[in-house]
């Protein structure tokens, strides 16, 4: 026997100094109030511009109320994965609600947004078909695809060209074993890119993908809530009903609670109850959650103002940040990229705003490229005109100190 290796897992000690040595090691920040626009974080009162709390609903006395009503009714958990004993008849509700939301025959929930996309992708693709990606697609779309026999293919980002050369290519070639045409040739894209704030060029996609008889498949996690008639995503802003066969959604940001849902039709629905393996292997939501998550979709249908007070708060911050000359790179929505480059000048960065008590994270390889490391914010609709006036201030004094921007 060897008894030379005391610690089997002592490397990892050494990746993490070498991830310290090189700036990208990040520790947790701890928060210890709600999730509001002003929250308790490591001990100090700050504004948060890091939450995906687009809508202000984490916090909200109707969710929170919904959730505990839910717990006196149907209890604190399910019990079971919804095959066996675990789908509840709110379950069920949440699912039309959001089907109608979206305007889609019919709505699966699941765990979590990236659980909906490891769940659907490989579901639907395998040997037979082809999946072509946008290149920053985010990372529960990247493992959805490792999860599925399909090849991949990979186009520039938001590049319809590029997208176009690929579907000419497949169509001419068909499969790579010469065994025909693909089965389902299927594009997937974000609807609204996590680490950049841009919206995918949906138009251009549907528009090819319909002349090479290719689906498309939206992960809308950033769109929904804040794209759209209320909300509705990015199908809905560029009025695209009923030409995106399948709709990816997350619960767990302008919705303010946890879960993920793909929206489609009754086929793909029911295809997925068969057969996706979160669905069928990991439990489903307690009431909690599903109540609170319905209790949302109400509230986002009264409450226009909130996403008013969204579009108009991020407008004015993303003007401000320019005005002073951050680079905000090509963001159309409230995520909010402020480019600085190198990682340890951005987490530096972030360090002094926190100082300041403003909350932006630094985000930093291999989330994003090396040499792109940046703070994303968003601004939500819980956020007033006083803590944007005091956030961009501690950017500007902030960003003067360290020489990210000029003096003025
Ligand atoms: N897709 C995209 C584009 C996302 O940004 C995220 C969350 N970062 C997810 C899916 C995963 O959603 P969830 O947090 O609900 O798992």
């Known amino acids: 026997m060897r008894t030379d290796r005391p610690d089997p897992l002592a490397f990892l000690d050494a990746e993490l100094n070498d991830m310290r040595a090189r700036h990208l090691y990040r520790p ?14 490591d001990g100090r009162e700050v504004i948060s511009l890091s939450s995906n709390d687009y809508l202000g609903l984490t916090h909200h006395p109707r969710l929170k109320a919904a959730a505990v009503e839910a717990v006196r009714e149907y209890g604190a958990g399910s019990g079971a994965v919804r095959t066996i004993a675990g789908t509840m008849s709110i379950h069920e509700a949440l699912e039309a609600e959001l089907a109608a939301f979206k305007g889609t025959e019919a709505v699966l929930t699941f765990q ?18 082809l999946i072509v990606s946008d290149a920053l697609n985010h990372a529960s779309i990247i493992d959805g ?28 070639r068909g499969r790579p074993d010469g065994a025909g045409p693909y089965r389902l040739i299927l594009i997937v894209t974000d609807g609204v890119f996590s680490m950049d704030g841009d919206i995918a060029p949906l138009p251009g996609i549907v528009e090819v993908a319909e002349r090479y008889g290719a689906a498309v498949l939206v992960d809308d996690a950033h769109g929904s809530g804040v794209l759209g008639r209320n909300g509705r995503g990015s199908v809905d802003h560029f ?56 209790e949302a979709l109400r509230v986002m249908d009264e409450e226009t103002w909130r ?91 902030v960003g003067r100190e360290l020489g990210l921007i000029g003096a003025r």
């Open 307 to 397: 996403i008013e007070r969204l579009w108009t708060s991020a407008r004015r911050f993303k003007a401000e940040l320019a005005r002073l000359g951050f680079d905000i790179g090509r963001s159309e929505t409230p995520i909010t990229p402020i480019i600085v480059g190198d990682s340890e000048a951005a987490i530096r960065f972030s360090e002094r705003l926190f100082e300041e008590g403003v909350f932006a994270t630094s985000v930093v390889f291999p989330t994003v490229p090396l040499d792109q490391a940046r703070l994303r914010t968003i601004v939500t609709a819980a956020l007033t005109d006083e803590h944007l006036d005091r956030a961009l201030d501690a950017f500007a004094r």
């Open 28 to 41: 947790l920040r701890v928060m210890a109030s709600e999730q509001g626009p002003v929250a308790t974080i």
């Open 145 to 172: 695809m490792r999860l599925s026999k399909a090849p991949r293919r990979v186009y520039a980002h938001a590049n319809v060209g590029a997208l176009e050369t690929v579907l000419a290519e497949a169509d001419e």
């Open 112 to 129: 979590s947004g990236f659980t909906a996309n490891t769940g659907v992708i490989p579901t639907i693709t395998g040997e037979a078909d």
């Open 239 to 294: 009025g695209l009903h009923g030409r995106v066969a399948i709709q990816v959604g997350t619960l767990s940001k302008a919705v303010g609670v946890l879960g993920g849902y793909v929206a489609g039709s009754h086929a793909l629905r029911d295809i997925l109850i068969q057969r996706a393996r979160p669905f069928l292997f990991s439990t489903s939501h307690p009431p909690a959650v599903v109540e609170a998550c319905r």
